[in-house]
Nanobody
Framework: VQLQASGGGSVQPGGSLRISCTAS??????????LGWYRQDPGNQRDLVAR???????SYTDSVKGRFTISRENGKKTVFLQMNSLKPEDTGMYYC????????WGQGTLVTVSS
């Protein structure tokens, strides 16, 4: 499996970004996975910030709750993260994977929030 993330960039505080990640896997295998978006700051571990279950149910870490929305499109084998009201502390490299980190990590996409 290869994970291709895209959509990152530089934004000012309060701005928005939508990032996506596509998996090179069959749709039938994709749809049964609980997927997550992870954030890694320089020098820190990779933390799960949002996850989405096969049912579409979602959960978020407290720091992003109410600002981020995770979604998925199983037919396109893609998971999205809509990020609103971005803060400097949201800066980091964002990766997608299963919540068990089962697949090989992709290259991620960099989000920088700075004035």
């Amino acid at each position: 499996v290869q994970l291709q993330a895209s959509g990152g960039g530089s934004v000012q505080p309060g701005g928005s970004l939508r990032i996506s990640c596509t998996a090179s896997i069959s749709a039938s295998s994709f749809r049964v996975k609980t997927l997550g978006w992870y954030r890694q700051d320089p020098g820190n571990q990779r933390d799960l910030v949002a996850r989405i279950f096969p049912s579409g149910e979602t959960s978020y870490t407290d720091s992003v709750k109410g600002r981020f929305t995770i979604s998925r499109e199983n037919g396109k084998k893609t998971v999205f993260l809509q990020m609103n009201s971005l803060k400097p502390e949201d800066t980091g490299m964002y990766y997608c994977n299963t919540v068990e980190a089962y697949w090989p990590w992709g290259q991620g996409t960099l989000v920088t929030v700075s004035s």
